[in-house]
């Protein structure tokens, strides 16, 4: 059964969100019952895909249809537990290739929920917060625990189940909060975490507060938290409409983005389509049909889905197609209008969705055709992608055509949308060559010729219009022959030169180790501490050290 | 597809190429680069036309024509077997399935790798035989000589077809780098040792087509099995023309080792050196050479890159279709005599898939003892007791579990300076080789012949010995 990704909060099942003013309230309050595959029971307001899947779509919807929000408090709406992390039956029951998609799915939305324009997000751990639960906290600018002498926060993957808090637990207690890594050792190793005024001093959490003061604490920090951000208190919202999708044994439709698959060579075609008629002249009276926006979601979407329900297409061949001026219509008013909310919201939006592009564990190759727009923020798929072909010819159907491949850099190639490392695409793909990015900025605005872009590094190979079926075919086949786990990590290591950050430590650092750890017998062997867990047996571990 | 050859492009071909724009304009962008390549590196010996066969269909009955041709004008051109209606492939884990009429991406690299290694030893030849024709014994010899080294040239155009057709960019690169790359270069050597040789005189020819080429026999025999249509097609017609290669070294041999038999009755004595003949232990010492360097081009005995062609399908055994077993050898086993350091010899069972190469080597070995017999019913016939045999598999080897041993011609493993005393005795020294090159004088008189060699049996195309088969004016 396919993942859907929609969601609604008329149909939330787990969680309850009311605005009040400048202050938004994300309820996690789980159904024990709603898990999202059968197997496990939600206890303890633990949760799986399917409830992240509805705080991925609250947090969008605060960002889109809220402008008025400032702060956003996550609380939890049982009592006395405020998270208990990802569900351990629902870990233990999964496959391996399913619990590092749905891992690297709640990375990105905590990711998401520290990329803020003015949304502010603040924890407020009403009761015992552990493992996923504290992560989750970790995610958020401001933890407010509760001081009741019982709750506690706590890390207690290692301890109890043989793995390591995987949703940047680990990277965010040192690289955020700077808690030292021998106090970090310590509360990491401890089932039961630490409490209070502890808590506090090691820098685990930002506050405490008594449990009748919880709320009062809670809505004075958030207004204080309000106060700094500059979103405007008038504007209108933004609905996100129901994405108009068809899905097909084939493949998936949308507006402007479909996908075709190829079984037989485990690939899928992504083509993102241009807009088709002239950008509006200002940032007002927008709707969720306005391209920037769509087209993200229909990206964004089809990125998750087919990472979810198809992870035997181990090959995204990705093409753009449209009108070159049109596009750069939509992105010039997308950057000169930076400071709108609207705008900055949508730019920010795509840099998350090409950011999820680079951490995807599929072979990325762009081709770059005479009916191609690639053009800057379209372009950015390519340098997104693992290679870059380009026909360097006439089109494979019209040979007598004088149409021509091209790429046209803009500003948008040059730092709208950083990758996870901090720097863009160009600049990782040079890294250590300032002088070439320079050089690049220089031929910017004009269309480069498949020589030219040869030339410059911005494409593998530029194949004749004769030679292009079989060279494309050919590393299409060759890259469906290879180990799909070697192509991942060769990928994930190629794809990210240049700069360390938060960000690139928990997607490569803290994921690989954590992807490696669940393989090993001593977590999801019958006897690994994971399969263990609760069963009232003891985990039987291979002392070995690796 | 095509059956006739089509001679109104300027390529001939039977592969529909007018309708390839592709195909067409790199092969003829190829085309020059090959004559210029000829005309440097091809015979060095001005003719003015020799009666040379040309193929001209690919079908049973009948495929060449013999003309008087200007070598330089010669047609080289693309041709392949018929095609077989629902050709399967024969063996390994793709066994069953329909044969590939693309390159499946999966081995590109490997087929390329195997289409450029045997590409790279068709020009080669004729490198190595370029001043060959300056001392031909008659017109006769200097005729197969001249259809050797075209045959030799075609079978490079077959190569480059297949590298060109379904290889791209690259695929024209290598096509070029075939060119590049010269015999005996210190900068751009051949790939393969033995065809970096220069082939000295017209014994080493014959030897050479005898030896060398039946290596290239048995190599595009199991590329003849490929699962790669195009190139196991290409190969079945390659072989074709192989024979007739074969057939000069085998009757050259023969003619050799008659005339030499001659001279001993004659002159009743081994010793025909001064009478103009070349004595028997040079001829076995010959063998020696070309026989031991040839089955170095067999590689290892043991190969995971041939076990891996295998198993993919890209290149099977010698008659794979007349084998009996399982056509994907994970489970056999195949014994293999090795050398140990103290002089004697132990058995080890090898898996059969990794022997593969020992599988053919032990084919042609056997191919190569049907000369030596040959060559001792000559001698027998003529009265003479001495006899010639193939030296022990472990003689003279730098590849394979023999390398860095000093292995006798009867097969005992001695120490250096033993090996370094008697190894005049059974390879060619520079004496004998200078004494086979005294005897090297042109012969271009129609009918005539030198004096180390008898005269063949029967002409071309039931022409007579005396026929004019090469001009000079």
């Known amino acids: 059964m396919d993942v859907s990704f929609d969601a609604h909060p008329s149909t939330y099942r787990h969680w309850a969100t009311r605005t009040e003013g400048e202050i938004a309230w994300l309820v996690l309050d789980v159904d024990e019952t709603g898990g999202i595959v059968p197997g496990y029971e939600l206890k303890l307001n633990s949760y799986d895909l399917g409830v992240d899947i509805e705080l991925y779509d609250a947090t969008q919807r605060l960002r889109f249809e809220h402008p008025e929000v400032r702060t956003v408090v996550l609380t939890s709406g049982k009592d006395k537990v405020f998270c208990a992390g990802a569900n351990i039956r629902m870990l233990a029951a999964s496959a391996h290739e399913w619990k590092v998609n749905f891992c690297k799915f709640t990375n990105e939305t905590r990711n998401a929920m520290e990329d803020t324009a003015g949304q502010t997000y603040l924890a407020a751990v009403n009761g015992s917060c552990a493992g996923g639960g504290y992560e989750l906290a970790l995610a958020c600018e401001h933890i407010l625990l509760v001081d009741d002498n019982s709750s506690a926060v706590s890390l ?8 390591l808090p995987g949703t940047g637990g680990l990277t965010r207690v040192v690289d955020k909060r700077r808690v030292r890594k021998d106090l970090a050792d310590v509360f990491a190793t401890r089932p039961d975490g630490v409490k209070g005024k502890t808590a506090l001093r090691w820098r685990l959490v930002d506050e405490l507060a008594q449990p009748r003061q919880v709320e009062q604490a809670t809505r004075a920090r958030a207004a204080e938290l309000a106060a700094r951000s500059t979103r405007p208190r008038d504007a209108e919202g933004v609905e996100l409409t129901p994405l108009n999708r068809e899905v097909t044994a084939d493949g998936i439709h949308y507006e402007h983005v479909t996908a075709g698959y190829d079984r037989a060579t485990s690939a899928v075609t992504i083509t993102v389509r241009a807009p088709r008629a002239p950008a509006p002249s200002a940032v007002s009276g927008l709707d969720a ?10 990206l964004d979407d089809l990125i998750l889905r087919l990472r979810t329900n198809e992870p035997t297409l181990g090959t995204w061949i990705l093409k753009t197609e449209g009108d070159a001026e049109l596009l750069r219509g939509y992105e010039k008013l997308l950057a000169d209008n930076q400071d709108h909310w609207l705008a900055d919201e949508i730019l920010r939006y795509h840099k998350r969705v090409l950011k999820r592009l680079d ?5 990325l190759i762009a081709l770059v055709e005479p009916s191609s727009c690639c053009v800057g923020m379209l372009a950015e798929l390519a340098f997104a992608a693992d290679r870059q072909y380009m026909v360097d010819g006439p089109p494979i159907e019209d040979e007598d055509s004088t149409d021509r491949a091209s790429i046209t850099l803009t500003e948008a190639n040059f730092g709208l949308f950083p990758m996870g490392n901090g720097i863009s695409r160009l600049e990782s793909r040079f890294y250590g060559h300032p002088g070439h990015v320079e050089r690049l900025r220089k031929e910017a605005g004009r269309p480069l010729s498949p020589a030219e872009a040869d030339e410059l590094g911005l494409v593998t190979d530029i194949p004749d219009d004769i030679d292009w079926f079989d060279e494309i075919r050919i590393a299409i086949e060759g890259r469906a022959a290879l ?3 070697a192509c991942t990590g060769l990928e994930a290591n190629l794809r990210f030169a240049g700069p360390e950050t938060t960000e690139t430590r928990i997607f490569g650092r803290l994921s690989a180790w954590q992807n490696w750890i669940f393989t090993r017998p001593n977590a999801s062997g019958d006897e690994g501490a994971l399969r263990r867990y609760g069963t009232g047996q003891k985990a039987v571990f291979d002392r070995k050290r690796v | 597809m095509t059956t006739s050859i089509n001679y109104e492009d300027k390529i001939p071909n039977n592969v529909d190429l007018s309708s390839d724009r592709r195909l067409q304009r790199a092969l003829e962008g190829w085309q020059p680069k090959f004559m210029n390549w000829w005309g440097e590196m091809g015979p060095a010996l001005e003719t003015h036309g020799v009666y040379l066969r040309t193929a001209v269909s690919v079908g049973r009955d009948g495929w060449a024509h013999f003309d008087h041709v200007n070598v330089p004008d010669y047609r080289w051109g693309i041709f392949l077997a018929e095609p077989k209606p629902d050709r399967r492939i024969a063996f390994g884990e793709h066994k069953g399935q329909p044969v590939w009429q693309q390159v499946p991406g999966e081995y590109r ?8 290694i045997q590409g790279d030893t068709e020009p080669a030849s004729v490198e190595q035989q370029k001043l060959l024709g300056l001392t031909a014994p008659s017109l006769y010899d200097l005729r197969n000589l001249f259809q050797v080294n075209v045959e030799e040239g075609r079978h490079l155009w077959a190569m480059v077809y297949l590298l060109h057709a379904y290889f791209g960019r690259e695929g024209r690169e290598e096509a070029e780098a075939l060119l590049v790359r010269n015999s005996g270069s210190p900068d751009s050597p051949r790939i393969l040792g033995a065809f970096n040789e220069e082939t000295a005189d017209w014994l080493a020819f014959y030897m050479f087509t005898y030896f060398t080429d039946r290596d290239g026999k048995y190599q595009l025999g199991t590329l003849k099995e490929s699962a790669f249509d195009p190139l196991s097609r290409t190969c079945e017609f390659m072989l074709k023309e ?18 030499s038999a001659q001279l001993i009755r004659e002159h009743d004595t081994l010793d025909i050196a001064r009478h103009g003949g070349i004595p028997l232990d040079i001829i076995q010492k010959y063998v020696n050479f070309h026989y031991t360097v040839s089955l170095d081009l067999f590689g290892s005995e043991t190969s995971t890159n041939a076990a891996n062609y295998f198993t993919a399908g ?9 084998r009996k077993d399982d056509h994907q050898l994970t489970e056999h086993g195949i014994p293999l005599r090795r050398p140990n350091t103290d002089g004697t010899w132990r058995n080890d069972e090898l898996s059969a898939l990794l022997a593969l190469n020992l599988d053919l080597r032990g084919e042609y070995i056997s191919d190569c003892q049907s000369g030596i017999k040959r060559w001792n019913k000559i001698l027998a016939d003529a009265g003479i007791d001495h006899r010639f045999a193939l030296p022990h598999v472990g003689f003279n080897r730098h590849v394979g579990v023999h390398a860095g041993f000093h292995i006798t011609p009867d097969g005992s493993i001695v120490d250096a300076d033993t090996w370094h005393d008697a190894v005049k005795n059974w390879l060619p020294t520079s004496e004998d080789l200078a004494f086979v090159r005294s005897l090297m004088h042109p012969v271009y008189e129609p009918g005539k012949i030198a004096s180390w060699v008898a005269p063949p049996t029967n002409g071309i195309n039931g022409k007579p010995f005396d026929y004019e088969y090469v001009y000079f004016h």
């Open chain 1, 289 to 298: 049909t306005f391209w920037p926006l769509a087209v993200t979601r229909e």
């Open chain 2, 242 to 259: 192989e024979a007739h290669h074969m057939f000069v070294g085998t009757t050259g041999v023969d003619r050799v080792v008659a005339r």
């Open chain 1, 156 to 163: 207690p993957e290692v301890p109890l189940l043989g793995v």
């Open chain 1, 483 to 485: 180990s799909p786990d």
């Open chain 2, 314 to 322: 890209l290149k099977g055994r010698w008659m794979e279709g007349r």
């Open chain 1, 359 to 363: 951490v995807t564990s599929r072979s």
């Open chain 2, 109 to 116: 690299a490997d087929l390329q790798r195997l289409i450029v």
